[in-house]
């Protein structure tokens, strides 16, 4: 039976460090705001939008939301992330993604701030996850999986890794902060030849392939650490992952469960990257 590191006790940690962080910033007249830009009313957005807010409140963050139109013209929505860019009582600035098939995302990224990136979509965080620069903000998620193993005491240091996944919002960004804590990491795509052999080497698997229940039983070994990112719905409007965790759990030593995971620690590390750029907008270390 593997230990089930749920979410919710990494938010709690992060609520409480946010919380000292807030009280100092509000000290100084400073209320971390973060803005939400979203374009028309897609249930995912909202739902998203809804538990920040909801999340923020608990720890002294504001949120702006701000929302156009789903025919909103280019200019307008580039226009408006300017603006909330250089906002400089806005703190940080989330771009709900994907936009509307007719608008160009890669625009709006140019317009934004890095300094305000709070989701780490430009391409000045992407790089500052790679040069070890803190210019601009490591994306959520690759961020969420690193506040896991740090709260579950993992140190990852000489540890195999096996990242499943290389997109640039997850397991790129995932990979170089485990090679920043000197792990040995291992990544897998579509065409890694023996996937099954690369995971059952690792010490600690992290899977993002964004395929419902890719790994199996046949993909682990006893004790390993597995970490699931992937988020699906089933035939029965069930949340699941990319791991079969009736399979999985018996075999490896600890594993983070979908719903309840991953999932659950992002909005804090956003809301964390707000109230660091608060601080830094201040020089408050
Ligand atoms: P993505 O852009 O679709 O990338 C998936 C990656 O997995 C690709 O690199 C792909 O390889 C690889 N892959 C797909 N099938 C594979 C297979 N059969 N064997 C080995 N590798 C395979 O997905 P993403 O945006 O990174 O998201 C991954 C998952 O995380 C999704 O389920 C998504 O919903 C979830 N997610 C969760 C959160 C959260 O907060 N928990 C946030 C964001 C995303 P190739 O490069 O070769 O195509």
């Not at 430009?122 to 959520?140: E, M, N, Q, R, W």
């Not at 709260?151 to 640039?168: A, H, I, N, Q």
């Not at 070994?221 to 409007?237: A, L, T």
Request: charged letters at 25%; aromatic letters at 2%.
């Amino acid at each position: 039976m593997a230990e089930i590191w749920k979410g919710a006790p990494v938010v709690a940690a992060m609520k409480e460090r946010m919380l000292a962080d807030t009280a100092r910033l509000r000290e100084r007249g400073v209320i971390p705001t973060l803005a939400i830009l979203r374009v028309g009313q897609r249930e995912d957005d909202l739902a998203f939008e809804r538990t920040a807010i909801k999340r923020s409140g608990t720890v002294g963050v504001e949120v702006r939301s701000v929302a156009l139109p789903e025919d909103v013209d280019q200019e307008i929505l580039v226009a408006q992330a300017r603006v909330l860019s250089e906002d400089e009582n806005v703190h940080g600035l989330l771009l709900m993604r994907p936009l509307p098939g007719n608008l160009n995302e890669r625009m709006v990224r140019r317009a934004m701030r890095p300094e305000k990136d709070v989701d780490g979509i430009t391409g000045i965080s992407l790089a500052g996850v790679f040069t070890g620069s803190d210019v601009g903000f490591v994306p959520g998620t690759a961020q969420s999986v690193m506040e896991i193993l740090d709260y579950y005491g993992v140190d990852v240091k000489g540890k195999r890794v096996t990242v499943v996944g290389r997109s640039l919002v997850v397991g790129k960004p995932a990979a170089m902060l485990l090679l920043g804590r000197h792990a040995t990491v291992t990544m897998c795509h579509t065409r890694t030849a023996d996937l099954p052999a690369e995971t059952r080497r690792a010490d600690i698997l992290v899977v993002a392939a964004g395929k419902r229940g890719i790994i199996g039983a046949e993909h682990v070994s006893p004790g390993q650490i597995v970490i699931d990112v992937g988020i699906h719905v089933d035939e029965n409007g069930k949340l699941c992952g990319d791991v079969r965790f009736d399979e999985v759990e018996p075999i490896v030593g600890a594993i983070t469960p979908v719903p309840g995971g991953v999932g659950t620690v992002t909005t804090s590390v956003m809301l964390e990257h707000v109230v660091r750029a608060a601080k830094k907008n201040v020089s408050l270390d």
